[in-house]
């Protein structure tokens, strides 16, 4: 897959849906959404969270970074991600 160099190198702002994909990750997932969140020359930014039934404090934390969170039993990862692909706006 090539990407074109024009699109990073662009002065215009970009738009992105962001698919995070999460089971028990307590530990780890502010700083991953707070990563994501703080990216520069994005017009627009959705970050959804696709959870594996979590029995952490997973999906709490991830409230406030997450535009939208959906909960799935036993997701595979294509799964996951094509539910996640769904819901996004970009």
Do not use: H
């Amino acid at each position: 897959m090539s990407i074109s160099s024009n699109l990073w190198q662009s002065k215009d702002m970009a738009s992105f849906s962001v698919l995070v994909r999460t089971k028990n990750e307590e530990k780890y997932i502010e700083r991953c959404l707070r990563a994501i969140r703080s990216q520069k020359n994005i017009e627009s930014l959705e970050i959804i969270l696709i959870d594996n039934l979590s029995t952490d404090s997973t999906v709490s934390k991830a409230r406030k970074y997450c535009d939208q969170i959906v909960s799935i039993e036993n997701f595979t990862p294509g799964k996951a991600l094509n539910l996640g692909a769904s819901y996004a706006n970009f």
